[in-house]
């Protein structure tokens, strides 16, 4: 097995598109069981991604991103929400899908490349493109997966 | 002038603008101004790094670097200790959460926190809780986090350290600690009372928030804040070394900036060589929090300014407010500190700061007769004493005018409006202007008291 994203990532994505809602996205992202939704224009060019992380640092006010720490807060008061004065509802894709920098790879990338940016930046999965055009998803567990396949490989062809 | 001088002008005012602009990094600007200069031939490289005997004002003034990079060093471990956070939680706590009351102690405490450290980084840390609270009493936070900014630069004004301004003004004019208590630290008390009977007058009728919410605040648990204990005793040791150090400094004929550099310095020491913090287990140095852009900044325009000392452009300027003024110390006096309150609430407050010390530097040399009692002895003359802390006072002060006026006001107005919460320059005008004008007529009537009505007749 050539080492190289093509081989290991998923094919079966699913997408958003940078108009529709922020809420029907969200929807769609929990039900990928991938932690990124890849975000198309209409030529099936990857425009941006709309990240589980990307929710939650939206979802959360700045009072509360430039604490050091928030365990003082109360049970009772809970300040995240998708829809705060900064981001009334409804909000299309476009206006907080993450562009830049935008990280993803080629499918012919060596798997090495996809693990570096995904520790780099603490990313769980990435967009993978041939030509601008998104082609799959591929994720940490996708490149473990198949480092453990190779190295049951070479103990079991072992003497 | 000459084309010299009329060049280095220039590139100073241009830097000037530009730094007022905000277009660009101000320490760029500085840092090309400089260059500029340097490049230029309009000040040689040994004066502007080391001054000169003969241009009083030049060089890079390495007493407010060293200054403003040890408390940068012991407030940037101490932030991550959570004790701002306690503070604010409990005084909130210790008035019920009644709102008024509320606002007046969370900028008292954030006054004398501002007073010790640096304000930008103790309104980073309060800012956030203001907004947690005034959240949970669902409330707008504005008339909160207004006066919190506010009493963070009035905080500053009172000691050497709470302000750069007063930093680089006591290493001009050779002022300690205890010259600051002496001078800047009653009148700053006086306007700390009028801001908080402004605010009371102001506000008292207008908040009302409901037991419940109150009820919210109280369950607030500052125990929590608190996350590394041995780190904080650390910090609070280093603290109490360098406030001691700054009380005797005079006594042991050491500098502030050395007192600042040996507190630090302790600091770091016992903190060992791989810090533990929490969220920044890799890769992290305390030296990340060191604001490399500020003492950039300040070198830059250290360097500018001796341009202008060495080529005579500040004599020029001292001669010609000798001349408006008939040299009368009332009035250059008072002069120099509603010019300087206007500046400050126009713009950053430091280049100006830089450029009057030099300009005070120069005065001895043009009202007194050559050789009065050395150089010491020249700048704090009677004629002249009155004008180091009308800069103070004015350029601390004023910088209250606007939303633009420091960079406390600029902090606080950007996380209240990423928090949803936009202040306009216009409703900061009816805290800032109000509060700033009796600032500045407190400050007139102090200056009046303490220097100007014991002057002689001749200096009048």
């Not at chain 2, 001292?318 to 008072?334: D, E, F």
Request: hydrophobic fraction near 55%; include cysteine.
């Amino acid at each position: 097995v050539r080492a190289v994203v093509r081989n290991v990532m998923n094919r079966e994505v699913l997408t958003a598109s940078p108009d529709e809602s922020l809420t029907a996205a969200a929807a769609r992202l929990l039900r990928s069981g991938r932690t990124a939704l890849p975000v198309i224009d209409a030529a099936g060019r990857l425009v941006g991604v709309l990240s589980e992380a990307d929710l939650l640092a939206l979802a959360m006010p700045e009072s509360v991103k430039a604490l050091e720490d928030a365990a003082f807060l109360p049970p009772g008061f809970d300040p995240l929400s998708l829809s705060c004065a900064s981001n009334p509802p409804p909000t299309p894709v476009g206006d907080v899908m993450h562009t830049e920098p935008l990280y993803a790879v080629e499918e012919d990338a060596a798997l090495a490349e996809a693990a570096l940016l995904m520790l780099r930046h603490g990313l769980d999965d990435l967009p993978v493109v041939s030509a601008g055009r998104l082609v799959g998803i591929v994720g940490r567990r996708d490149i473990l997966r198949a480092l453990l396949a190779s190295a049951g490989d070479s103990t079991g062809s072992a003497p | 002038m000459t084309a010299l001088q009329l060049l280095a002008t220039f590139i100073f005012l241009a830097a000037f603008a530009l730094i007022a602009s905000e277009k660009i990094d101000k320490t760029r600007v500085a840092l090309a101004g400089a260059a500029l200069m340097l490049v230029l031939g309009l000040v040689r490289q040994q004066t502007a790094f080391h001054g000169s005997p003969d241009a009083p004002g030049a060089g890079v003034d390495w007493n407010t670097i060293f200054l403003l990079l040890g408390m940068m060093i012991i407030v940037g471990v101490t932030r991550h200790t959570g004790l701002f956070e306690w503070l604010a939680l409990r005084s909130a706590k210790a008035v019920h959460a009644h709102p008024v009351a509320l606002i007046l102690v969370l900028s008292v405490l954030t006054a004398v926190v501002s007073a010790f450290l640096d304000n930008v980084t103790t309104i980073l840390l309060i800012v956030p809780v203001v907004l947690l609270i005034a959240r949970a009493l669902e409330t707008d936070p504005v008339p909160f986090l207004v006066p919190v900014s506010i009493a963070s630069n009035i905080g500053g004004t009172a000691t050497l350290i709470g302000h750069p301004p007063n930093i680089m003004i006591g290493s001009a004019g050779h002022f300690g600690f205890m010259d600051f208590v002496r001078y800047d630290t009653p009148p700053t008390l006086a306007v700390l009372v009028a801001f908080c009977v402004i605010v009371w007058l102001g506000l008292r009728s207008r908040l009302r928030v409901s037991d419940e919410a109150r009820a919210r605040v109280m369950s607030f648990d500052e125990s929590e804040v608190i996350r590394d204990r041995p780190l904080l005793r650390k910090c609070l040791l280093a603290m109490a070394v360098a406030i001691v150090g700054f009380v005797v400094h005079g006594y042991l004929g050491l500098e502030p900036a050395t007192v600042a550099l040996a507190a630090a310095a302790l600091l770091l020491l016992m903190l060992g060589r791989r810090p533990r913090v929490p969220g920044h287990e890799d890769e992290y140095h305390w030296y990340n929090d060191i604001e490399w852009s500020v003492l950039l900044f300040f070198i830059g325009l250290f360097v500018m300014v001796s341009g202008l000392v060495e080529l005579g452009v500040v004599k020029a300027f001292s001669r010609w407010l000798v001349g408006v003024t008939g040299g009368s110390t009332i009035a250059m006096t008072l002069l120099l500190l509603w010019f300087s309150a206007i500046m400050a609430g126009l713009m950053d407050n430091i280049p100006f700061v830089a450029t009057m010390n030099a300009m005070i530097l120069d005065l001895p040399r043009q009202l007194l007769p050559s050789g009065t009692g050395g150089l010491a002895g020249a700048i704090h003359h009677p004629s002249i004493m009155p004008l180091w802390w009308a800069l103070s006072l004015g350029a601390c002060l004023g910088a209250n005018f606007t939303i633009i006026g420091s960079a406390t006001n600029i902090v606080t107005a950007g996380l209240a409006a990423r928090d949803g919460h936009p202040i306009s320059f216009k409703r900061f005008l009816k805290y800032g202007v109000p509060i700033t004008l009796v600032s500045i007529v407190i400050s007139m009537i102090y200056l009046w008291l303490t220097f100007l009505r014991d002057l002689p007749p001749a200096l009048g």
